[in-house]
């Protein structure tokens, strides 16, 4: 099931990172943030979804539409700004 709630544009940017393969400490490093603070985002996006994993994540993220499909390397901004960028 999709998520009733709507995702920030923070996890959305988190969920494409790990969907390019970036660790914990990549990923805290170009968002700026400390490595325990991604890790607990990362957490609370896997208890939302009911993903086992980093990868089932991912999964379910491209199942349900919240990263593009078709669209490699997924983007870091959402794609409500994206389709701004072509208007």
């Excluded at 985002?41 to 086992?52: A, W």
Aim: a positive charge.
């Amino acid at each position: 099931m999709p998520p009733a709630d709507p995702i920030s544009a923070r996890d959305l940017q988190l969920l494409a990172m790990l969907a390019r393969g970036h660790t914990t400490d990549r990923a805290a490093r170009e968002l700026r943030l400390s490595r325990h603070t991604v890790g607990e985002e990362i957490s609370v996006l896997l208890g939302r979804f009911k993903c086992r994993n980093r990868a089932e994540l991912v999964a379910y993220c491209y199942v349900h539409r919240l990263l593009p499909v078709g669209v490699w390397p997924p983007p870091y901004a959402p794609m409500s700004e994206l389709s701004l960028v072509g208007e």
